[in-house]
């Protein structure tokens, strides 16, 4: 029984894969587990782990060290390339008070850290552990770790027990601030969701489908080319032309439209009443009626899935004089998007094609409509952007009046990288796309691997924490931290920016970063627009997080 014995409390690979993998298997079973309709998801891997620990079962130092860090790596990477694309994009429109309000929240809280932190005596390491579990951000734990390491400090534990023992009451003190603004300013769902559907925004950029009747004398006789001249800042595709002889085309630049034809339209909200008032009048005719009007036109969905398409702009493949056929709307990751020439494609864009069933399959050749393509994994980006990450997370800069060089760090370096390359890598023929089931594989193996050996590290010392080192005055510190922050910027977007609460859940979900209060948040809402608000600020608030958990360590330590 020795070979059992070392398999189970040895130090050797074979012990520290299966300590991980009961580990994380553990805690993913517990995670499921809901109190009051909470769940902490995966977060019950690091207390396993931190039970583990605690009754001695540990593993070798450095396997662990490699382990946590190449978890965490994997971890942001992913995630950087997942929020990449709408990084940028955040920032348009309402996002931008959505996003300085989130900003307000990640300051409040570090101001709040730092004045505690002085007013205490607790080590600045302390309080960015109690900072990260308080609003439960798990890469800005890794993140302050990682940088606590490079100042020479290895067998110090605190950043880790700070958030194990914080993270429960940071998830109930984020749920309790989105409670305390409902009942202060009386929110009434119903009156919240009548200004959501008379103001909402959220898609203004997305795709519009709407027939129209030719009724404007100034464009009778004139080409589809004409009006559009005469549209020429607008976004508009007319896709379809029946005209009054009951005859139906697909629409081309040269397209002769006149009194009472009826056409086709793919434009943006905020252009349909321009439209309309040069082309004509709105009719309830939908796309279904136009499909089956001309039995020998199909609509089909195509995937680019060729490679060498992949950032080359949907003008220039000259699609619809070639092939004549129309594109109704390009759908990327959910969102219908306006065919203009100068769109730039990325590999799994889905093209609605219309035309004769010959002229789409030859599309369908063109642009390749391969899910099997889709299906391999883009490995060269993957390592070359961690390769990228690790160089760029490595440079020491300095600052005045920081004692010690500022590095990005394992955290940082790989998620601005990542999020680089999801927006721009199609310039330099990189591909960036992966099917959302390998990409979140991606980053919950990082992440439960990396909080295993976060909650192993540190259990021998967690319970000691609890009761002979003050943990439960940092559940409280951690308490203020995640719940003072959401409730003050919680009223200054209420009361100040007149956010629609539903959407003001998403935003104080969003800046912490934390599924349990989205998940409260959707389900209390029943609408989508918590979801939208926490997608709007995650790639901002989730890029600062990890940047100030490492700036207090490397200016306060």
């Keep these: 029984m020795e070979w059992f014995n070392e398999l189970i409390f040895g130090t050797g690979v074979g012990h520290s894969i299966m300590l991980l993998s009961i580990c994380i298997v553990c805690g993913i079973l517990l995670g ?21 620990g605690h009754f001695g079962i540990t593993m070798d130092a450095e396997v662990m060290h490699f382990m946590k860090e190449f978890g965490l790596i994997l971890f942001v990477f992913s995630l950087g390339m ?3 694309p709408g990084f940028f994009s955040s920032f348009k429109q309402g996002g931008l008070t959505l996003n300085m309000l989130a900003t307000g929240v990640v300051l409040l809280g570090v101001v709040i850290t730092v004045a505690l932190h002085f007013i205490t005596g607790l080590p600045m390491q302390t309080m960015v552990g109690i900072l990260s579990g308080a609003v439960t951000n798990t890469p800005g734990m890794g993140a302050a770790q990682t940088a606590f390491a490079d100042m020479g400090v290895v067998d110090d534990n605190s950043i880790a027990l700070g958030y194990a023992v914080c993270y429960p009451l940071g998830v109930v003190g984020i749920i309790l601030a989105i409670v305390a603004i409902r009942y202060i300013f009386r929110v009434r769902f119903e009156k919240e969701q009548q200004e959501l559907d008379a103001l909402d925004n959220s898609l203004a950029n997305q795709a519009k489908l709407f027939s129209l009747e030719v009724h404007n004398p100034a464009i009778f006789g004139h080409t589809v080319a004409d009006v559009a001249k005469l549209l020429v800042h607008r976004e508009l595709v007319v896709s379809r032309v029946l005209h009054v002889d009951g005859t139906m085309e697909i629409a081309s630049s040269g397209t002769i439209l006149n009194d009472g034809d009826k056409v086709f339209v793919i434009t943006v909200e905020g252009d349909i009443d321009v439209i309309s008032t ?21 609509s089909r969905r195509i995937i680019v899935t060729k490679s060498e398409l992949n950032g080359k702009r949907l003008g220039e493949l000259n699609l619809r004089k070639l092939y004549h056929i129309n594109i109704s709307r390009v759908n990327r990751s959910g969102v219908d998007l306006v065919p203009r ?8 864009d889905r093209l609605t094609v219309v035309g004769v069933e010959e002229d789409v399959r030859k599309v369908e050749e063109r642009l390749g409509n ?5 299906n391999e994994p883009n490995l060269i980006t993957l390592f070359l952007g961690i390769f990228l990450g690790v160089l760029l997370g490595s440079i020491p800069i300095m600052f005045p009046g920081i004692p010690h060089p500022v590095k990005l760090g394992l955290a940082g370096g790989p998620l601005i990288v ?12 990189l591909i960036t796309y992966n099917t959302i089931s390998s990409s979140l594989m991606l980053r919950e193996i990082g992440i439960t691997i990396f909080l295993a050996c976060v909650g192993v590290g540190a259990g ?29 910027i919680g009223i200054v977007g209420r009361k100040l920016c007149k956010i629609n609460y539903f959407t003001l859940m998403g935003l104080l979900a969003g800046s912490t970063t934390d ?43």
């Design 515 to 557: 599924p349990p209060a989205l998940a409260y948040s959707n389900a209390t809402a029943g609408n989508d627009a918590p979801a939208v608000g926490y997608a709007t600020v995650y790639p901002l608030t989730m890029f600062l997080r990890v940047i100030t958990a490492q700036l207090l360590v490397l200016i306060f330590c």
């Design 460 to 488: 021998d010392g967690f319970v000691d924490t609890i009761v002979n080192k003050g943990g439960l005055v940092w559940m409280c510190y951690g308490f203020v931290i995640s719940f003072l922050p959401l409730f003050v």
């Design 278 to 298: 040069i082309i004509g009048t709105i009719i309830p005719m939908k796309p279904e009626e136009w499909y089956k009007l001309d039995k020998s036109l199909v």
């Design 370 to 374: 391969s899910m099997k393509r889709l």
């Design 82 to 84: 997942q929020v990449g």
């Design 341 to 348: 020439p100068n769109l730039v494609l990325q590999l799994g």
């Design 418 to 429: 990542a999020i680089l390359i999801s927006r721009f890598g199609y310039k330099y023929k």
């Design 32 to 52: 499921r587990i809901k109190i009051l309709g909470i769940s902490l998801g995966i977060t019950f891997v690091l207390f396993v782990g931190i039970l583990m």
